[in-house]
């Protein structure tokens, strides 16, 4: 073979190795448009789900994740969870766009190569059930231990992270794998030991698509633009903290970062838990223990510090569509739960009847979706920042 030849051989084999490392990687987002979701499990639950689309459609949502749960050493679906599947089909059969969720407690998480493999290889075959799944994401909160254990960490999240993406993509090659941290429980640190994991590895194809993070306030009386000198915190103001996390994490290697031309940061949960008034106590039960839940909706000429559901909703909603290293906002939930304990942050009571914040949510997505928001007016994003009144340690009026 002649000079030529060899050089031309080493360029065609230097080509393919570029090629399929390129092939490796995350598909680019380079559309800014900011996907508007739901956390909402209500489909699992029902037969028929044309009332919950139709819902789903007139508040003008673009994805609905579901959770479907794992144990230890199940290598595919149970058969409730194949129920939950089907009726997932059938609501993506429809055009609803589903995310999946798939988790347990936190002594069951996968935390050794065989548990990884059963893990993977279950939602490997989620994904087989349903083609048109292309969302999911692993685990839940991966730095809180409601999730995961603390003798896991990050070593074994970095290791489940890549097990499930190198089995995945030879099933769904443009699957879109997401990652997950909680507000709380230093999240930033934990996605740099992540990255610390990844490196010493020596891996070099990514670990996920898209890093999911949930923003959650301290209370739900507290404003999105609130900024936390606490550096274990990551509510939404705070998220230069986890970018600048990821970047040290993973520059310079084959894992791409959120950026303004790739808004690969979704917020995966956010939400704000609204008081019960009388007219609805009968469909709730227990005690409310979260003492900052806001009304659904203040009467007109409130102080703006003083807060309610629909201007949280809002400004949370808008504030992420002007930072622009974020992809998505997912409202927990639809519609409340029934026990006090838990979640009452739908736009739903749990009679199914509407909140007076819901048109509000309506308006605020319908207002990110037409693009014509001014962020120079967005809280946080560079509009004025309301000052607190003197007395808003003692939280919101009753």
Request: charged share 20%; with cysteine.
């Amino acid at each position: 073979m002649g000079r030529a030849a060899v050089v031309g051989a080493a360029v065609f084999a230097c080509a393919c190795v570029v090629a399929a490392h390129a092939a490796e990687r995350p598909a680019p987002q380079t559309t800014r448009q900011l996907l508007v979701g739901l956390d909402d499990d209500t489909a699992k639950w029902r037969t028929r789900a044309d009332g919950l689309i139709a819902t789903y459609r007139h508040l003008g949502i673009d994805a609905v994740r579901l959770t479907i749960p794992w144990q230890l050493g199940q290598n595919r679906p149970t058969a409730e969870a194949g129920v939950f599947l089907h009726r997932a089909a059938k609501m993506v059969a429809r055009g609803q766009r589903a995310v999946l969720a798939v988790y347990g407690r936190p002594w069951q998480a996968p935390l050794t190569a065989v548990q990884r493999g059963h893990y993977c290889g279950f939602l490997k075959h989620a994904l087989k059930r349903i083609p048109r799944i292309r969302d999911v994401v692993v685990w839940n909160e991966a730095n809180s231990p409601d999730f995961w254990p603390a003798a896991g960490g990050a070593v074994a999240y970095e290791a489940l992270l890549a097990e499930c993406w190198d089995r995945l993509r030879n099933v769904r090659p443009a699957v879109n794998l997401i990652s997950t941290t909680a507000a709380r429980n230093d999240p930033a640190g934990f996605m740099r030991a992540v990255g610390v994991a990844y490196r010493e590895s020596g891996r070099k194809r990514p670990l996920v698509t898209t890093f999911g993070h949930n923003p959650y306030p301290v209370n739900a009386a507290e404003p999105p633009w609130v900024r936390h000198d606490d550096p274990t915190n990551v509510s939404q103001a705070d998220l230069p903290r986890l970018l600048e996390a990821l970047d040290d994490a993973f520059r310079g290697t084959a894992q791409p970062v959120p950026s303004s031309t790739r808004p690969s940061l979704w917020y995966m949960e956010n939400g704000f838990q609204t008081k019960v008034p009388p007219s609805k106590r009968e469909h709730y039960h227990g005690e409310e223990t979260d003492h900052w839940a806001v009304p659904a909706l203040a009467p007109e000429g409130i102080d703006p510090w003083y807060r309610d559901q629909a201007s949280q909703l809002r400004d949370a909603l808008l504030f992420a569509h002007c930072q622009p290293q974020v992809g998505a906002f997912f409202n927990f939930e639809l519609i409340d739960e029934d026990r006090l304990a838990g979640w009452q942050s739908g736009v739903l009571w749990r009679d199914g009847a509407r909140k007076p914040s819901y048109d509000h949510f309506r308006e605020a997505v319908d207002l990110v979706k037409s693009g014509d928001v001014d962020c120079s007016t967005v809280p946080g994003a560079g509009g004025p920042i309301p000052e607190p009144p003197p007395d808003a340690a003692a939280g919101q009026p009753g």
